[in-house]
């Protein structure tokens, strides 16, 4: 039966994709997916013919499908035409197959990706309203507590998008200026001239780049704001006020925006919010991303870190689990990353007991200020529960 499931699929996959050429993405998405199917076909079908040789059965008959113009799928025998030839006194049944097909963006993103196994989400939604947003070209801004994965899931985007990457990590920089423009430069040779940044190549690249802009509120000078504003917008240009001929860049049509933003307490040298109209360039929405359920946080783990055991996966997630409820409590103020997660994994596969390892890892997050160890001790203690 399922012989004859993957037959009806790849006929209705192969119209739909007939019926999208001009979406090249889409009709990239339906092939690949069509091509798993037709692998997946012959094997079943390898494997139909020899378990009926192997009972001496006669094979199954061949039925055909065919794509009515209504849309609908036929499926007709092979003896078709010979049982009417002969005038067959038993009627044959024509069996008509209604499929349910979610013909939108994200229902053949739905049908043609699968989540990544290297990434896990709380809602799968979120993942496919991101690539639909990648291919509408509607920018994202995606918030949440540092090492969350906010960085790595924009590389896995690009990954899937097939699209050049460029990343910007604005916490490294006291002059945005020169990261998004350029800088002069002189030597005796030549004299002063203006070099324009890696920023400005990636706004030209015309394989459509995906820019990651990491960090962004880390800007104290408030420069980011002011120099990307016509860069989101309709507008789509930057000024490049500094070089010989003060030249506009024009972006690329297929240029992709993805920032990323720390708002919180505990991020020191971070604003507290975003500008408003900064948020407002950010058509594709405002993502906020929280830390995983402890069950999907362990799963991420036995997957970036292979070697882990599922029990000391279960462990290392559980005592995360414990300090952000004291986080979120306000008893601390700082809480467990699933970056820190996967470095106590990491040591414990090494060697590492696991108390050595949540030590070595987690309290340099929690010094004694001032005399004051209170957060510390709450740490050791949720450590020290965790057993040998």
């Given at each position: ?130 690539l639909r947003n990648i291919f509408r070209n509607k920018y994202i801004l995606v918030t949440g507590p540092s090492g969350c994965g906010k960085s790595s ?158 029990d000391d996966a279960r462990r290392i997630t559980e005592f995360a689990k414990k300090i952000r409820d004291l986080y ?61």
């Open positions: 039966m399922k012989v004859e499931l993957l037959v009806e699929r790849i006929t209705l996959m192969t119209s739909l994709a007939e019926k999208v050429k001009e979406d090249k993405l889409a009709y990239d998405l339906y092939y690949e997916k069509i091509e798993e199917m037709r692998k997946e076909l012959d094997l079943l079908k390898k494997e139909r013919s020899m378990s009926e040789y192997d009972r001496g059965e006669e094979p199954i008959e061949s039925a055909t499908y065919t794509m009515r113009d209504d849309g609908e799928v036929e499926e007709s025998s092979m003896h078709d035409g010979l049982d009417e030839l002969f005038d067959a006194t038993e009627p044959t049944t024509e069996k008509k197959i209604e499929p349910i097909i979610d013909d939108s963006v994200i229902g053949k993103l739905k049908a043609s990706v699968d989540i990544p196994e290297e990434f896990k989400f709380k809602d799968n939604m979120t993942f496919y309203t991101m899931l924009g590389k896995i985007l690009a990954d899937i998008t097939n699209k050049p990457f460029h990343q910007f990590n604005f916490g490294d920089t006291m002059n945005p200026a020169a990261k998004l423009l350029g800088d002069t430069k002189y030597n005796q040779e030549d004299g002063t001239w203006f070099k324009p940044s890696r920023f400005v190549s990636a706004l030209q690249d015309n394989a459509g780049s995906f820019i990651m802009l990491d960090e962004v509120t880390r800007d104290r000078t408030g420069d980011l704001g002011n120099i990307l504003m016509p860069v989101l917008d309709g507008q789509r240009y930057l000024a490049l006020d500094e070089s010989d001929d003060a030249d506009v860049v024009q972006l690329d049509t297929n240029v992709f925006f993805f920032a990323t933003a720390n708002i919180g307490r505990e991020y020191l040298g971070a604003a507290h919010d975003l500008d408003r109209a900064w948020k407002d360039r950010f058509t594709g929405g405002i993502y906020e991303l929280e830390y995983l359920p402890q069950n999907k946080e362990q799963e991420l783990l036995q997957v970036r870190v292979p070697h882990v055991s599922a979120k409590a306000e008893e601390l103020n700082v809480a467990v990353s699933t970056r820190m997660c996967l470095a106590v994994a990491e040591l414990v596969v090494d060697g590492m007991t696991l108390l050595e390892a949540l030590k070595h890892t987690v309290l340099p997050f929690y010094p004694v200020t001032a005399g004051d160890d209170t957060d510390r001790v709450k740490v050791i203690q949720a450590i020290q529960s965790m057993g040998d």
